[in-house]
T-cell receptor, first 112, second 111 residues
């Protein structure tokens, strides 16, 4: 069966510090991978998606970036965090168009 | 248009009652409509999904009704239970490989 992991589970960072969130998927190969952000009490905002190694599409211009160094690894980064970057970050995987997306447990980020 | 509009924002239902959440879309290129359930502090989990070639899909107490001509779909939770208390998101696939989510409905079921 497939499993998706995210870490860390929670993170408190000062404004201006760098960020690295990691997501890995087990039990499948060549998945589509997604990063979403969910603000408190809000919906899910797609940030990045990837259909293969090194292939990243950005949905929202901002100070975040994503990378996919391995087939089942997806990393969300920032060089300098802003207060507005606080939120619940969710990684998801799917097999392709019109297929279900499966979400990880999420990382709660608080920028102070 | 790429939006999916979801209502109500919050819903309070008594145990045993029917919970109804509605979604509407504008882009006729959408072709797959999943519903996700999210408990506090957890990632969303797929609850039930429908494709536009059927008007209704039922799984246990959960039913999706789909009206293609009106570009609307809804989730019905029959015999609602306190354990159903969660946030529910409707979604629709855009014409490539990106899901578009509604804004969510927070459901509270009281005993």
């Amino acid at each position: 069966s497939q499993t998706i992991h995210q870490w860390p589970a929670t993170l408190v960072q000062p404004v201006g510090s760098p960020l690295s969130l990691e997501c890995t998927v087990e039990g499948t190969s060549n998945p589509n991978l997604y990063w979403y952000r969910q603000a408190a009490g809000r919906g899910l905002q797609l940030l990045f998606y990837s259909v293969g190694i090194g292939q990243i599409s950005s949905e929202v211009p901002q100070n975040l970036s994503a990378s996919r160094p391995q087939d089942r690894q997806f990393i969300l980064s920032s060089k300098k965090l802003l207060l507005s970057d606080s939120g619940f970050y969710l990684c998801a995987w799917g097999r392709g168009v019109l297929e279900t997306q499966y979400f990880g447990p999420g990382t709660r980020l608080l920028v102070l | 248009q790429q939006q999916v509009k979801q209502s109500p924002q919050s819903l309070i239902v008594q145990k045993g009652g029917i919970s109804i959440i509605n979604c509407a879309y504008e882009n006729t290129a959408f072709d797959y409509f999943p519903w996700y359930q999210q408990f506090p502090g957890k990632g969303p989990a797929l609850l039930i999904a429908i494709r536009p070639d059927v008007s209704e899909k039922k799984e246990g107490r959960f039913t999706i009704s789909f009206n293609k001509s009106a570009k609307q779909f809804s989730l019905h939770i029959m015999d609602s239970q306190p354990g159903d208390s969660a946030t529910y998101f409707c979604a629709a696939w855009r014409n490539t490989d990106k899901l578009i989510f509604g804004t969510g409905t927070r459901l509270q079921v009281f005993p």
